[in-house]
């Protein structure tokens, strides 16, 4: 390839295209020659024109040209006055240009002298249009949709120049005195942007152009092939880039949540809105067992959660972090497939459903660069606590007998007396801190930016981005901080496209110094705030009372000089290749290189209140742990696609592909730090007692998988779908090293039928069902291998070692039969569109992680056992009461619904000692046959006693009973809601949106446990700490009361029974969004600016929660409600 030194130095500088001049030296010669015969004509004029009137006078339009030219005009004013008026829409145009705009369809022409204009009436035998005059041609056309409907107001620019049109209400266009060849560009908001080469002897144009989002629709995208959606028999959604930023600027993963009903989201009760933490989520269901493995263990370090969906992100495996801290500005797509049919591509990883990732790529053309400005504010959301206040909180220790003397001496009572006196003192005072707020920012701002470049020839496209997005938690101290950088490139020869794309992303995330907020909600109100106090109250020497204690400030440790935090760094190569081998065969192939690390580091100061009653020489700590890895991920394919006498299509794929996974981890402790330094391990005094350095260099993880797809249309009536793979992993048995998966499928177009095709409201109608086999790996990769660790502490014989895991060589594949079937539902010109499934997904065997005798030598072991079963519906419903094309007015109403059950069978008694440790543990969830894994497990009670108070529990046999009794535990609700969905509606008038997304939740039973640990359940050295208002409110306090909970006083163990579980209905307001957008075709300022478009958006989301419980949101970490702003400007 030559370069042209001059355009490297030169950027906005181009040389001509010399073989494009040569082909225009005929015309140039043609038209001097016409210019030649006028009489003084000139070519001298290079004003620029600028007019923008509507129903004005010709007089006036000469006279503001006069004005901006600075040439005379000579003309007939009587003539000139009896024209009708003229509207005129001219920017940056030469004088002669726009001369001929402006006596367009008029009786006049010009001819120009030295600095004069002289304007004369047309000759009978001179054509009306003067532009035939210049030997020039008209283009006319209709701009319309892929079904042929016409699109007024579609801009047609002519490219590199300032001119242009729009269509009318037909779709209907013309452009006057097309001199050559030239390029149109047609668009139109929420059509794909279009060109079309011109040469000026086309006669009328039909230019069709395709709707952004229905080119989507078009085409599943499962990340190995693309796929007709009207031939495939999967159940898949595809959502475009625009849709998830029309329902918010932040996470893609809770955008996401919002479009589709079978992806859910679960709340996080406990992290809430915390930067750091990563969502749980579930598509159609769970399919395996979550245990809770010992953190800091190998096989937690490199596992994951077994119900999560599999991520593909431009091909390639990718993780939920990654996707979660991805630039949504960089996503073109995301394609969710949720069945068999659609997710046996993936074999031993696609049970849970799979989610593809598709980022924007560079596109030919010149260069364009888009930027991208998103702005959160966000506030902590509180409402769901119900805390006393400081009179309230005194009265209720009163109450409870909290300050009753425990007969240990006199002096308890008169201590005692003095404390409630004091606290009651402060009380009257005015004491009341509101302590929940101390921990927090008042709002928390967030921002991103992004930048992407692009351009390139069709041979050659080029691509440049990154971004930066800064995340304030709303806990002080707490933020994430990411970035990112990338290079696209593309090239295309002939037969051959090879892209290259590489991926260079890092982040920094802190941790908040003040800890667990739940700290803050269980400190007393009547306690004045201490900055740099260590306690807030202080109990004298020699009290030896069991009512007070010394009580720590919360706020003492968050100031000293701790910290915790993780950096990470990723790197990604990714190389792809096509090949069109002939006009049926194309072979295809893609590597990954991967490099990433992970530190964290963690500090806490000597003089940290956790270190009160710890030897000096180990007080405070240093923690740091790093992960290394290596990946690398290659396939090769083969697509055959052929059709045959006109009604048979028939698409054939076939590929292979292997991976390697590599992890190491390195992690040290160190303890005893003088006062005063900063976290350095060199100070330490020692590693943690009884530990020594880690350094873990699991087995690697290896797979190999082969498949072949098989998909027939007969004349697009009737379509097969049939896919076989067969999967090798290190993550099993070296018994079962492979297994096969499958999926077949089949549909009906019904709407092709003789019968239905001339129904005209009905524009598509399509029945599919299909079943097949996939797999699950998500539990981690050592439920098969043996891993061993290194004694802290050396013997006789030197150092020994351990079992951390025993690994079950006949550990068999986690497989999920499913079954699904659906129907695509297209009315009334497309105005309403609705799509209904039914699944059914059965897993077995389960994979289950149980505990063993320890003569074994280790706790728990890896094995198979029992099943489970889920069954759903699921549904997404749109209609447009106005879609006003003319008038670009669209308004469209949806609801989604999800509806599932879940079902364990074949344990028979293999788990019951994991049950029994549920019970030990308090827990509500139970492994069961027949039961489920959302069922809600204790004792039925029948409510409080009025005349004792206390709790009348029922027994199995039906009897009534004061005492509480394990083996009456049964299942009493279930957590999963009875149905829950999206409410939606879009408006689009014209370039401005609004969009609104209302989550609802219904019928699902939560276990309260605000009710269970701050309204009763309470001990007595649980007195000490602030407790719900209905403690005292709700709480029975003399005989005959009717009341939901015990005795006030009551400060013994309550098991955990039926009145602490609740019916919840939930209405959200996940989204609401405006936005307006600007086109350079329509808003002359724009074009001055170099400008192309500007969109302006504006978010609220979370906005709101209405339930029908209190209970407590975010215990370690509070939720937010958000107020966003976004910006996209493309030059």
Not at 680 to 708: D, E, G, H, M
Not at 1040 to 1059: E, M, N
Not at 1103 to 1130: C, H, K, M, Q
Request: overall charge positive; glycine content about 8%.
């Amino acid at each position: 390839m030559k370069i042209n030194r001059f355009n490297i130095g030169m950027p906005f500088f181009r040389l001509p295209n010399v073989s494009c001049c040569l082909k225009r030296i005929p015309i140039l010669i043609l038209i001097m020659a016409i210019f030649a015969i006028q009489v003084n004509a000139s070519t001298g004029c290079a004003q620029k024109i600028t007019i923008h009137k509507n129903n004005v006078s010709l007089a006036e339009v000469l006279r503001e040209s006069r004005l901006q030219s600075g040439y005379d005009f000579i003309y007939n004013v009587d003539l000139v006055k009896h024209i009708r008026s003229i509207s005129v829409d001219v920017d940056h145009a030469e004088l002669e240009e726009a001369l001929k705009i402006c006596l367009m369809r008029q009786p006049f022409t010009y001819s120009i002298v030295s600095k004069t204009i002289i304007i004369k009436e047309k000759s009978k035998g001179i054509p009306e249009s003067p532009l035939v005059y210049f030997h020039a041609s008209d283009i006319r056309g209709r701009v319309v949709s892929d079904d042929g409907k016409p699109i007024p107001g579609a801009n047609i620019l002519i490219k590199g120049s300032k001119s242009g049109t729009r269509t009318n209400e037909r779709g209907e266009f013309l452009i006057r005195g097309i001199e050559g060849r030239l390029t149109l560009v047609i668009s139109y908001i929420g059509y794909k942007t279009k060109e079309v080469v011109i040469t000026g002897k086309e006669a009328e144009l039909v230019i069709k152009i395709a709707e952004e989002e229905q080119m989507m629709k078009d085409v599943v995208i499962t990340g190995m092939f693309e796929r007709r959606k009207e031939s495939f028999t999967g159940s898949a959604a595809t959502i475009t880039g625009d849709q998830l930023r029309a329902v918010g600027n932040q996470n893609v993963i809770q955008m996401l949540r919002s479009l589709d009903p079978s992806f859910i989201v679960l709340d996080n009760n406990l992290k809430g809105s915390d930067p750091n933490a990563l969502a749980r989520i579930e598509l159609r269901g769970k399919t395996s067992i979550a245990m809770n493995t010992n953190a800091g263990t190998l096989t937690d370090q490199f596992s994951t959660d077994p119900n999560m969906p599999l991520f593909i992100l431009d091909g390639f495996e990718s993780t939920l972090r990654q996707i979660t801290d991805l630039d949504i500005n960089r996503i073109a797509s995301m394609t969710i497939l949720k069945d068999a049919a659609s997710t046996a591509l993936y074999g031993a990883r696609s049970a849970n459903g799979v989610v593809v990732v598709e980022t924007i790529k560079p596109k030919a053309g010149e260069l364009r660069v888009t930027y991208t400005g998103d702005f959160n504010v966000s506030v902590p959301d509180l409402s769901d606590y119900n805390l006393m206040n400081s009179e309230e909180k005194l009265e209720f220790e009163r109450l409870s007998g909290r300050y009753a003397a425990n007969g240990v001496g006199n002096e308890n009572f008169v201590m005692l007396d003095r404390f409630y006196n004091e606290r009651l003192k402060a009380v009257r005072e005015g004491v009341n801190t509101y302590w929940l707020k101390e921990p927090l920012r008042e709002t928390a701002f967030n921002q991103n930016h992004s930048v992407y470049a692009s351009g390139g020839s069709n041979e050659f496209q080029y691509g440049v981005g990154m971004n930066v997005q800064d995340i304030t938690g709303l806990m002080k101290g707490s933020d994430r901080k990411n970035w990112g950088a990338r290079a696209d490139l593309t090239y295309r020869k002939g037969k051959l496209n090879v892209t290259n794309r590489v991926f260079i992303s890092g982040s920094r995330a802190d941790e908040s110094p003040y800890g667990s907020f739940t700290t803050y909600a269980k400190i007393n109100p009547y306690y004045k705030k201490e900055i740099t106090g260590k306690y807030v109250e202080q109990i004298p020497a020699g009290y030896d009372g069991r009512s007070l204690a010394n009580v720590a400030n919360p706020l003492y440790n968050a100031q000293l000089n701790s910290e915790q935090y993780n950096t990470s760094l990723t790197l990604q190569n990714n190389l792809g290749f096509n090949y069109d081998a002939s006009r049926s065969i194309r072979i295809s192939g893609a590597f990954q290189l991967s490099k990433n690390s992970a530190t964290s580091i963690s500090f806490i100061s000597p003089l940290n209140t956790r270190f009160d009653n710890t030897a000096v020489l180990e007080k405070g700590s240093y923690s740091n742990g790093r992960t290394e890895g290596f990946n690398y991920s290659g396939n090769l394919g083969l697509t055959y696609n052929k059709i045959i006498r006109e009604k048979h299509v028939l698409t054939g794929n076939a590929r292979a592909e292997v991976q390697e996974v590599n992890n190491d981890f390195i992690g040290l402790t160190a303890v005893g730090f003088p006062l005063g330094v900063s976290g350095n391990p060199t100070f330490a005094n020692s590693y943690l007692p009884n530990s020594k350095p880690q350094i873990s260099t699991p087995p690697k993880t290896r797979r190999i998988n082969a498949l072949a797809s098989i998909n027939y249309v007969y004349n697009n009536r009737y379509f097969l779908d049939a896919t076989y793979r067969i999967d090798g992993s290190t993550a099993f048995g070296t018994a079962n090293k492979y297994s096969p998966f499958w999926a077949t499928g089949i549909g009906w177009s019904l709407h092709n039928e003789k019968f239905i095709k001339n129904v005209d409201w009905i524009n598509s109608l399509i029945v599919r069902a299909n079943i097949g086999s996939t797999g699950n790996q998500g539990f981690g990769s050592f439920a098969s291998a043996t891993v061993y660790n290194l004694e802290a502490n050396s013997n006789y014989f030197g150092q020994g070692l351990y079992h951390t895991g025993l690994g079950n060589p006949d550990l068999n594949w986690q497989k999920t039969l499913q079954t699904s079937l659906g129907i695509d539902i297209g009315l009334f010109d497309n105005r309403l569109t609705a799509n209904f499934n039914a699944y059914n997904k059965h897993t077995s065997p389960l994979i289950v992680t149980l505990d063993v005798p320890g003569s074994n030598g280790i706790s728990r072991y890896p094995m198979n056992a029992g099943n489970m079963t889920v069954k759903g519906l699921e549904t997404n419903i749109k209609y447009s009461p106005i879609f006003n094309l003319n008038k670009r007015i669209i308004w469209t109403l949806g609801v989604t619904a999800s509806m599932y059950t879940s079902k364990y069978a074949g344990f028979g008694n293999v788990l019951n000692s994991l049950n029994a440790d549920q019970q030990r543990s308090n827990l509500i969830q139970r492994f069961t046959d027949g039961k489920s894994p959302d069922d809600i497990w204790a004792v039925q009670s029948l409510g409080i006693d009025p005349g004792t108070g206390l709790e009348v529990f029922q027994k199995a046999n039906g009897t009534y009973t004061f005492d509480y009794d394990p083996a009456d535990i049964k299942v009493i609700a279930n957590s999963r809601p009875k149905i829950e969905g999206v409410f939606s509606s879009s408006i689009r008038i014209k370039a401005f949106t609004f969009n609104a997304y209302i989550r609802y939740n219904l019928g699902a039973s939560r276990f309260n446990e605000a009710l269970y640990d701050k309204v009763e359940n309470i001990s007595f050295a649980d007195l000490s700490f602030n407790q719900d208002k209905r403690a005292l409110e709700k709480r029975w306090k003399k005989p005959g009361d009717i009341a939901q909970f015990k005795g006030i006083s009551v400060t013994d163990y309550t098991p955990i029974s039926s009145r602490f579980v609740q019916k919840e209905n939930i209405i959200t307001g996940e989204s609401i969004s405006v936005g307006y957008e600007l086109q350079s075709a329509t808003t002359p300022w724009l074009r001055s600016a170099r400008l192309q478009n500007l969109r302006f958006s504006a978010y609220m989301n979370n906005i709101f929660r209405l339930s029908n419980i209190v209970s407590e949101r975010g215990i370690d970490y509070p939720f937010a409600n958000t107020v966003s702003f976004s910006i996209n400007a493309s030059f």
